[in-house]
């Protein structure tokens, strides 16, 4: 299933120098996560890797995480080790930049141009095969990693239980989203210049076509207005939106 115009539209931001400038550099984050790296096999390539978090309970539901533009940095660490802790499911944090991680807002702008949709794919598909047949899962990413996280959805089918999508851009393809076999939960920064109000009304008038339910949150806020790295960090907005998360993500 090709899924390219998406994901290169979002990447073409990179492009905007308004974008870019949008992006300071994240702040140093505490480093408070537990878990630990992995690696798995991915078909065509070198293995994939990520970032672990189980749950201490026995459970085959993962939350599939999708870095920013920045890579599988520290910030997205410590989201795995919270979210394993507030859901009590297992979480793992794909890595789709195979161990690049941008300090400035220059190489995140290069490393996502430079990223390769038919590896993230293939990264994604190997990560779930390596979790196994019994293993169901729910996606949310940030970013380049919201939109992501629909893709991610899209290629796992009948296996995705949940979408979650902060600020990324979404498939406007009404044969692909036909196949979702998942709810989304958006969460819209009525703030943002790039994913902004147009954007999201297409997205719900594509979802709506498609027969596929969409549930919108918006918040007074900026682009990455969620990352605590980020100088653009909305206090209020990020908890708000945590807890409608949460509220979504539990009991799925």
């Known amino acids: 299933m090709p899924m390219c115009h998406s994901v290169d539209e979002f990447a073409a931001f990179a492009n905007d120098p308004s974008f870019v400038a ?23 390539g070198p293995n994939g890797r990520g970032f ?8 085959n539901k993962y939350l599939l995480l999708f870095h920013e533009w920045w890579g599988l940095n520290d ?5 795995t080790a919270m979210w394993c802790h507030e859901l009590g499911i297992n979480v793992l944090a794909l890595d789709l930049y195979d161990g690049k991680v ?13 990223n390769d949709p038919a590896r993230s794919e293939a990264i994604i598909l190997g990560a779930a095969k390596a979790l196994g047949d019994k293993a169901d899962f729910r996606t949310m990413g940030w970013c380049f990693g919201g939109g992501w996280s629909m893709q991610a959805s899209l290629l796992l089918k009948d296996k995705v239980k949940a979408c979650v999508m902060y600020y990324g851009m979404p498939e406007s393809d009404l044969d692909k989203l036909k196949s979702l076999s998942s709810d989304v939960l958006f969460i819209h920064a009525t703030q943002d210049q790039w994913i902004n109000d147009k954007v999201v009304a297409k997205m719900e008038e594509n ?30 907005a990020a908890k708000a939106s945590r807890v409608a998360v949460k509220t979504y993500l539990t009991g799925k």
Do not use: C, W
């Open 207 to 236: 979802m709506k076509e498609a027969g596929k339910t969409v549930t919108v949150q918006r918040f007074e806020a900026n682009h990455a207005f969620a990352n605590p790295s980020s100088p653009r960090y909305n206090e209020t």
């Open 52 to 59: 672990l978090m189980m749950a201490h309970g026995n459970t």
């Open 22 to 44: 949008a992006h300071p550099a994240p702040l140093p984050v505490e480093a408070v996560h537990q878990g630990k790296m992995v690696d798995f096999p991915v078909e065509g």
């Open 75 to 79: 910030y997205i660490k410590n989201e």
């Open 102 to 114: 941008a300090a400035t807002p220059e190489e995140a702008g290069n490393l996502m141009k430079a």
